[in-house]
């Protein structure tokens, strides 16, 4: 299947730390993305893991990928009010730039 | 490096009318996709070109089609326009060989919408 699945909301205080969790079906997946979309406008790539890994941290970013469960989950530290915006994971699988995605996390930060 | 660009970034067409949207991949790269967004289907892929060739076609109608010109630079029309393609289409652009090694830059989108 191609289901890849994402809670719709989370709701965090400015500051604090976002999880942004995704689930996936697919075992074959190869590389596994994080986009943001802010109102308006397109996709910006934030950050992605490869299959084989299990952890990738970037700045204030932190992917963790837990392939038997097949979840894939996003940390932002210090979140801010710009980072409200809509968060979408993504796979991915060999020889194709297909991208499938989750349904979208809409990240709202209050003061 | 210039990003990928997308006209017209909006759009207002009449159902039954067609609609030819472009897209200019960032200099060099040499695939581009397609994606619908709405908010009742989410992110669907339309179709992948690389090198003018369709390599990936996603689950759309034929009214859905695409071309990629010799400079990566792509098309997609949809004909006999319905009300449900009102939409946000996005186009992609990766690098090089075009396997999954390649991460995905997003154009602005063009934001279609039937009447």
């Known amino acids: 299947g191609e289901d890849v699945e994402q809670s719709l909301f989370l709701s965090v205080r400015e500051g604090d730390s976002s999880v942004i969790n995704c689930t996936y079906t697919?075992?074959?997946?190869?590389?596994l993305y994080w986009y943001k979309q802010e109102p308006g406008a397109g996709l910006q790539l934030l950050t992605y893991?490869?299959?084989?890994?299990d952890m990738k941290q970037d700045q204030r970013l932190t992917v963790l990928l837990n392939k038997k469960d097949k979840h894939l989950s996003l940390r932002i530290a210090d979140t801010q009010t710009g980072d409200s915006a809509i968060y979408f994971c993504a796979e991915s699988r060999w020889n194709t730039d297909k991208l499938i995605f989750g349904t979208g996390t809409r990240l709202q930060v209050f003061p | 490096k210039a990003g990928v660009t997308q006209t017209p970034r909006y759009l207002i067409k009449t159902r039954g009318q067609q609609v030819t949207l472009s897209c200019s991949p960032i200099?060099?790269?040499?695939?581009v996709s397609w994606y619908q967004q709405t908010p009742g289907q989410g992110l669907q892929f339309l179709f992948e070109?690389?090198?003018?060739?369709?390599?990936n076609k996603g689950n759309f109608p034929g009214r859905f089609s695409g071309r990629q010109f010799s400079n990566s630079r792509s098309e997609m029309n949809v004909s006999t326009l319905e009300l449900g393609d009102s939409a946000l289409y996005l186009c992609a652009s990766t690098g090089g060989t075009g396997g999954s090694t390649d991460t995905q830059y997003f154009g602005p989108g063009t934001r279609l919408t039937v009447l």
């Open positions: 200099s060099g790269h040499r695939s």
């Open positions: 893991i490869f299959s084989n890994m």
């Open positions: 070109y690389f090198s003018e060739t369709q390599r």
């Open positions: 697919d075992s074959s997946s190869t590389y």
